[in-house]
């Protein structure tokens, strides 16, 4: 039944707590429940009213997936591509996106505090309004990533490419850790580059504190 609640176990004696409220989303996942496959093929799929914290969906497919409010606190979606995936308003508390895609992914006012962002590509995101209390960005690739308005409470960055848009609403309390810059700082109509050691005081200034370091260069011979 569309949107029912379940309690029997399978797949590693995991369910979703409510499946979505569309019927070929919850078709695909009953049949990926009960298959020995390791990939769900999701993409372009449309799983809002679904709840699908503490799944394991490792090297699945969300491409232009719609997953807009989706509950998927502690879900892990290691190696999982989510390019261009609509997660406005979705709740990854605690999630694992360790090396994830998200490049062109809506994160507009979703919550993502305590996750697992190790290596994770966030080309062209929209991330506004988020919350990213405490998110570990270590090795992340944040381009173009659109922040204005989000909460980078106490989160730790690490050689991060941190080539953000933000506000001064942009929350950085606490932020720790070292990134390459610079950031693009928007003010009413306009816009200006941040980077190096005005970066680094432009973010203590708001409770931060973060090194700026060289890009990494190619050793010599390699391309």
Same mark, same amino acid.
């Given at each position: 039944m569309?949107g029912?609640t379940?309690s029997?176990?399978?797949r590693?004696? $995991?369910?979703?707590?409510?499946f979505?409220?569309d019927p070929?989303?919850?078709k695909?996942?009953?049949e $990926?429940?009960a !298959?020995?496959e @390791?990939?769900?093929?999701?993409?372009e /799929?449309d799983?809002r009213?679904a709840?699908l914290?503490?799944?394991d969906f490792s090297?699945? $497919? @969300?491409?232009?997936?719609?997953?807009v409010?989706?509950?998927l606190?502690?879900a892990?979606? +290691?190696?999982?591509? #989510?390019? !261009?995936?609509?997660?406005?308003g979705?709740? #990854?508390?605690a999630?694992?996106l360790?090396?994830?895609? *998200?490049?062109?992914?809506?994160? /507009?006012?979703a919550? *993502?505090d305590g996750?697992?962002?190790?290596?994770?590509?966030?080309?062209? &995101?929209?991330a506004?309004?988020? !919350?990213?209390r405490?998110?570990? @960005?270590?090795?992340?690739e944040?381009?173009?990533?659109?922040? /204005?308005g !989000?909460d980078l409470?106490?989160a730790v &960055?690490?050689?991060n +490419?941190f080539e953000?848009? &933000?506000?001064?609403?942009?929350?950085?309390?606490?932020?720790?850790g070292?990134v390459f810059?610079?950031?693009t700082?928007?003010?009413?109509n306009?816009?200006r580059?941040?980077?190096?050691?005005?970066?680094e005081?432009w973010?203590?200034? /708001?409770?931060?504190?973060?090194q700026v370091?060289p890009?990494?260069?190619?050793? &010599?011979?390699?391309?």
């Amino acid at each position: 039944m569309v949107g029912e609640t379940v309690s029997s176990g399978i797949r590693k004696n $995991w369910n979703p707590a409510a499946f979505p409220a569309d019927p070929a989303a919850v078709k695909q996942l009953r049949e $990926w429940l009960a !298959s020995d496959e @390791f990939n769900l093929n999701g993409m372009e /799929r449309d799983f809002r009213g679904a709840d699908l914290s503490g799944g394991d969906f490792s090297n699945c $497919w @969300f491409t232009d997936a719609v997953l807009v409010g989706v509950r998927l606190v502690g879900a892990s979606f +290691y190696r999982a591509d #989510l390019q !261009s995936a609509d997660l406005t308003g979705a709740d #990854l508390t605690a999630a694992d996106l360790v090396k994830a895609n *998200l490049d062109e992914a809506v994160l /507009r006012s979703a919550v *993502l505090d305590g996750a697992d962002m190790v290596g994770a590509s966030l080309s062209d &995101v929209d991330a506004r309004g988020a !919350s990213f209390r405490g998110t570990h @960005f270590i090795g992340a690739e944040l381009l173009d990533t659109d922040m /204005r308005g !989000s909460d980078l409470s106490d989160a730790v &960055v690490k050689e991060n +490419y941190f080539e953000i848009k &933000v506000d001064e609403t942009t929350v950085f309390r606490g932020l720790t850790g070292t990134v390459f810059g610079p950031i693009t700082v928007i003010s009413d109509n306009s816009s200006r580059q941040v980077g190096g050691a005005e970066l680094e005081a432009w973010i203590s200034t /708001r409770g931060g504190q973060v090194q700026v370091i060289p890009p990494r260069r190619p050793a &010599v011979g390699t391309r």
